[in-house]
């Protein structure tokens, strides 16, 4: 079975193929739940028997399980027929299991804490662990991983990693590229900002960007877009329902942006979703298909805990959208005008 791909090669290496549709492997660390391996690999078989080639992960997710897990369902795929990103800025280091990182976010997993580290002999051992968990010879992406005040939690500190990265880590990135040993290098984050920062001072190829380029925000088009199209630097969406609204709808509970979505929300996604229902279009479908107008979107890779999720997902991105959908939601102000639609 084949997926709907986009080809990107900013700089004439050859560049990558991505499935429109990608996987994001955060779920598979045991986010808030745990679930068992062979479940993991079920999900991720069921996504690979149905087209999907491009598979993001980060040393982060469930603190080392996520890349042990892709180790065992990668084993024997032929490395040319998929893109596998990975993230750096991390280290782990061994804790107790009262003193590990990620409790009550993580759950069974390894006993470790996280320690950032941007520096150029940081972002090289990060690459070597990862490759050493995932049990592959190569990655095709490196991202530097949650530069941003969300993780950093004041600007002053997110100013400090962001100048170590572009001192340190971004050196090392970038010879890693030009060497051969990865294909594209970026960054991902959950603010366009941050990612704006870094364009401005180097030469980035990709932007993983999490829950701000949305059915609900789409600010990322007033700076940080024109920029992407104009140097021809790729975006992937991470986040694509902002945490879960976008596929729930606005029920008791929703989840936006990691917490328990305010009342403004609830009442925008609420009036999004009549639309989507007089159009006839399930808000998840829209909420997938939106990024992908945008010139410089690559690929779009919601996670996936189990292979409901990933059925659901499919669906999402072979569902036909009528053009007057995204005309009603600019029409009621939905949808800011500007945003790519065609």
């Known amino acids: 079975m084949s997926l709907a791909t986009r080809h990107f090669d900013r700089i004439g290496n050859g560049g990558l193929t991505f499935t429109e549709l990608g996987f994001g492997t955060a779920p598979l660390g045991n986010l808030y739940r745990a679930i068992s391996d062979d479940e993991a690999h079920a999900t991720l078989s069921l996504a690979w028997e149905s087209?999907?080639?491009?598979?993001?992960?980060?040393?982060?997710?469930?603190?080392?399980?996520?890349?042990?897990?892709?180790?065992?369902?990668?084993?024997?795929?032929?490395?040319?027929?998929?893109?596998?990103?990975?993230?750096?800025?991390?280290?782990?280091?061994?804790?107790?299991?009262?003193?590990?990182?990620?409790?009550?976010?993580?759950f069974d997993v390894p006993n470790r804490k996280e320690i950032y580290d941007y520096t150029?002999?940081?972002?090289?051992?990060?690459?070597?662990?990862?490759?050493?968990?995932?049990?592959?010879?190569?990655?095709?992406?490196?991202?530097?991983?949650?530069?941003?005040?969300?993780?950093?939690?004041?600007?002053?500190?997110?100013?400090e990693k962001l100048n170590e990265l572009i001192s340190g880590g971004y050196k090392a990135m970038l010879s890693l590229r030009d060497q051969g040993v990865i294909r594209a290098f970026g960054a991902g984050v959950n603010e366009w900002q941050s990612c704006q920062w870094m364009a401005e001072r180097g030469d980035f190829d990709l932007f993983l960007l999490a829950g701000r380029y949305t059915l609900l925000e789409q600010e990322a088009l007033d700076s940080f877009l024109p920029l992407c199209t104009e140097?021809?630097?790729?975006?992937?969406?991470?986040?694509?329902?902002?945490?879960?609204?976008l596929a729930t709808g606005p029920r008791e509970g929703a989840y936006y942006n990691y917490d328990p979505a305010p009342p403004e929300i609830l009442d925008r996604v609420g009036?999004?979703?009549?639309?989507?229902?007089?159009?006839?279009?399930?808000?998840?479908?829209?909420?997938?298909?939106?990024?992908?107008?945008?010139?410089?979107?690559?690929?779009?890779?919601?996670?996936?805990?189990?292979?409901?999720?990933?059925?659901?997902?499919?669906?999402?991105?072979?569902a036909d959208i009528p053009a007057t959908l995204w005309a009603d939601l600019k029409s009621e102000g939905l949808l800011r005008q500007d945003a790519p639609t065609d």
């Open 51 to 106: 087209g999907v080639r491009y598979f993001d992960t980060a040393p982060l997710y469930g603190l080392g399980l996520s890349e042990t897990r892709l180790n065992r369902f990668l084993r024997g795929r032929p490395r040319d027929e998929y893109v596998l990103s990975t993230k750096v800025g991390r280290l782990l280091s061994p804790a107790t299991p009262e003193t590990r990182d990620g409790i009550g976010k993580w």
């Open 120 to 159: 150029y002999d940081g972002v090289m051992r990060s690459l070597e662990f990862s490759l050493e968990r995932l049990g592959v010879d190569r990655v095709d992406i490196l991202y530097a991983h949650d530069l941003d005040v969300f993780n950093h939690k004041t600007q002053s500190a997110l100013d």
């Open 231 to 245: 140097r021809g630097i790729g975006i992937v969406i991470g986040g694509a329902y902002n945490s879960g609204i």
């Open 271 to 318: 009036k999004i979703q009549t639309v989507c229902g007089r159009n006839g279009v399930r808000l998840l479908d829209a909420a997938f298909q939106f990024p992908l107008h945008h010139p410089a979107v690559v690929s779009v890779i919601p996670g996936g805990q189990g292979v409901d999720e990933v059925r659901s997902n499919l669906a999402a991105s072979k």
